[in-house]
């Protein structure tokens, strides 16, 4: 992976141990933008975690998200997530 620099980099790192760590398979993930970091996940959810604050905390309440949503595929959305308001929403998407 090509980083612009090492914050990138350190995001990227936390955010594959945080996703591991739930057990969740990685299929991209997009610090293009810093203000929404996106990760593709389990080959069905496109998750856009916003800025990089609380990411562990974002990813553990994604993997609580997904074992609740089922075989749905869609775009789950934690950009608004803080540990004061544990917000996140999903969206199905159909093919």
Do not use: C
């Not at 980099?9 to 739930?22: G, S």
């Amino acid at each position: 992976a090509v980083y612009k620099n090492s914050t990138e980099e350190d995001i990227v790192n936390t955010l594959i141990t945080a996703l591991n760590n739930e057990k969740l398979n990685i299929d991209e993930i997009d610090v293009s933008d810093m203000l929404s970091i996106t990760v593709k996940v389990n080959g069905k959810y496109v998750v856009n975690l916003g800025k990089s604050e609380y990411s562990k905390e974002k990813i553990a309440h994604l993997a609580t998200m997904i074992e609740k949503i089922g075989d749905r595929g869609g775009n789950i959305n934690l950009s608004m997530w803080t540990p004061d308001d544990k917000q996140g929403t999903f969206v199905e998407v159909t093919s």
